[in-house]
Structures are given as C-alpha cells and as structure tokens.
C-alpha cells in the first residue's frame, strides 16, 4: 500500500512570506495529522482532522497557521506570514480512524531566512 | 497540561548490550503507547506498541512494558546493533483530548561497534 506523501520536502523562504504545504494520506484513512518537529525535539501535533472536521487545533498558532482538508482526504497547511521560529520539519500522519496506528510521510523542511 | 517525559535524552552502548529507554505519562486514561524510530532526515517509523490492557509486549529483540499504576512504560532493545542507532521517540495517545498523540523528547541511540 502507498504510504502518505507530502510536498515539497523542502522549502526555504524569507520571514513574513507564506508558504503552503501538501499531504496525501494512505487511502482509506479517515484520520490526518499535522505536527511541528522543531530539530531535537518530539513532534507536536498542530491540527487533528477526522474526515473533512477538526477535531483538535488547540496547539495551531492562528493568526499565522491555517489548515485545511476540504473533502477529507488531501489535505494543506498554510503559515502566511512565517517567522523564523516556524523554521522545523512539518510532518502529515494519518491512521484509519482515531485510536489507530499512524502511519507519517516523509516531511517538509522548511527553512524561514 | 498533558505531557510526556522520556530519559535519557542520549544513550551510547556497545554492540551486543541492552539499551533500555523509559517514559511517563501524565494523563491516567492514556490507552495507547506507539514507539517510533527516527534516522536521520528520515520519517518516524512505528517499531512497536502497547495498549493499556496489556503489561509487556515483545517482537524478536524489541519489547515494551507499561506500568498503568505508575503511569510509566519503557523500551528495551535487546542485542543492540549499528542499525539500531537512531533517534527514539515514546508516544502516548490521551482519549481526555481528542485522542492526541503526545511525544516525548527523544532519545538518541549510538551502538558502538
């Protein structure tokens, strides 16, 4: 089975730009997560969708983050403007419902200058 | 709020030695408990889990024991190879919040050869 794929794997942009990130999940799985990997650190979870709803955005910084997953299967997370602390590894996971196993993609690296 | 502490934050053994990784948990209703496996630059790999209603899981030379009284569970790599160094992270799944999965911080393995 395909695994979840993101893109770009790497983005290098320069403070108070935006840049938008893509994630496909395993087919079939109801459930996508976005997390922050700061380097040297454990991944933190921005946004939990289950299907096309949020079901935890507590950690997401809105006035700069924004997510969505409009017809529950693809989705992308947006930072208009970003700082140079969202430097980090963006991370997409999915898992077919919410008490399963997740499964990550490979990650975006993002550089702010 | 909720948390995850996971120690040490480094671990060098030697080839063939036991490496042994603990983590706790603040949440009592936590029921899940993946481990993942990092390389470098690489996504995390699920390489093992355990759910509240079992005390000790095993697969070849990887197991898991969990300690619901003490809130506490740890990984135990037995007969440690090269190919086992890599960053590990402990993981709990908290159903009081939306089933988020929270991480610890990491533990950075190097087998010596």
């Known amino acids: 089975e395909a695994g979840v794929a993101q893109s770009p794997r790497y983005k290098i942009i320069e403070k108070r730009q935006s840049v938008a990130f893509w994630c496909n999940p395993i087919?079939?799985?109801?459930?996508l997560y976005w997390y922050q990997q700061i380097l040297g650190q454990g991944p933190k979870l921005l946004i939990q969708f289950q299907n096309n709803g949020v079901v935890d955005d507590s950690q997401l910084p809105k006035d700069r983050f924004s997510a969505e997953r409009l017809k529950g299967v693809d989705s992308t997370l947006k930072i208009q403007p970003a700082k140079l602390e969202d430097s980090a590894v963006y991370l997409c996971?999915?898992?077919?419902?919410?008490?399963?196993?997740?499964?990550f993609g490979p990650g975006t690296r993002l550089t702010v200058t | 709020g909720e948390n995850v502490e996971q120690h040490p934050s480094t671990l060098s053994v030697q080839e063939g030695d036991s490496a042994v990784i603990k983590c706790t948990y603040s949440d009592s209703a936590s029921n899940y408990f993946p481990w993942y496996k990092q390389e470098l630059g690489k996504r995390p790999q699920l390489i093992i889990d355990?759910?509240?209603?079992?005390g000790e899981k095993k697969d070849q030379r990887i197991a898991v024991t969990l300690n619901k009284t003490a809130k506490h569970f740890s990984l135990h790599i037995t007969e440690t190879q090269p190919e086992d160094s890599a960053v590990y992270f402990c993981a709990a799944q908290m159903p009081n919040t939306g089933n988020q999965f929270y991480f610890g911080t990491g533990t950075s393995l190097t087998v010596i050869p």
């Open positions: 087919s079939g799985h109801a459930t």
């Open positions: 996971a999915s898992s077919q419902s919410t008490g399963g196993e997740q499964y």
């Open positions: 355990i759910r509240s209603n079992v």
